[in-house]
């Protein structure tokens, strides 16, 4: 039986699909169809909105797919997740107009505004807020001050907020792509083997967009001063060069320590250096 693999229609597709091609699984025909082809036999695929993924998986629809943690939690699916991506990650906020009182909104009733149903109810039954809730279909910025008193709405930056004038008074929740299966899908097997083989090279992907090989020449009378500067993921290579007294050096680095580390290991005499990039780390 086909291993039925659901991905995510819209801004999280490319990000989805590009990992997935490094994974070897490459899809096709997405621009025009919500069934896309895929490069490797015995896998289905179907494109859905990102919120409809979780209850979909949840009820045996599809194995395995990716979506948000804030419809996950927001729709109460049970599913398992595999692996946070940590793409588009957001903040679902709770915001009020900039010049808003909270505790005065306290002792009325208001009107919240919000695609997330269930976590605005949760935070302001928390917070103690007397309320009505209304049901958003986008732009839920644009509500206040005319049609609602307070939004939970999803925040990259903040921008959006303090262009509309308002401002955050509390975190629901932080989200990024997950992904996910059904729990009866790792039940099975042999989909279960699938599955583990791609989690295996999805963590191998993202583990390498992480790091890139650094090789250098190191004299032989400062190798072990330069062995020391490297943060390798575990001991670097290290091989004679021919006909010198020197060695050539290879480590995998995290790519954010690279400007720093680079001087450092000229100053200590590698030379050389080249930089390349990983394709997986498994």
Known sequence: MALRLVVPKGRIYDKVAEL????GLKLTGA?????PSVSVAGVEVKLLKSQNIPPLLALNQHDIGFAGYDWVIEQGAEVT???DLGFDPVKIVAAVPESTDVEALKKRRIIAVSEYEQLTRNFLNRQGFDYTFVRSYGATEVFPPEDADLIVDNSATGSTLIANRLKTIGTVLESSTRFLANPRA???????????NLLLLMKGVINGRGRVLLEMNVPADRLETIVKLLPAMRSPTVAQLYNESGFSVKAAIPTAQVAKLVPELIAAGASDILE????KVV
């Open 276 to 279: 390349m990039p990983i394709r």
């Open 186 to 196: 790792l039940d099975d097997v042999s989909k279960r083997q699938q599955i583990e």
């Open 20 to 23: 997935l091609a490094e994974c």
């Open 31 to 35: 621009e025009r169809s919500y069934r």
């Open 81 to 83: 997740e595999l692996l």
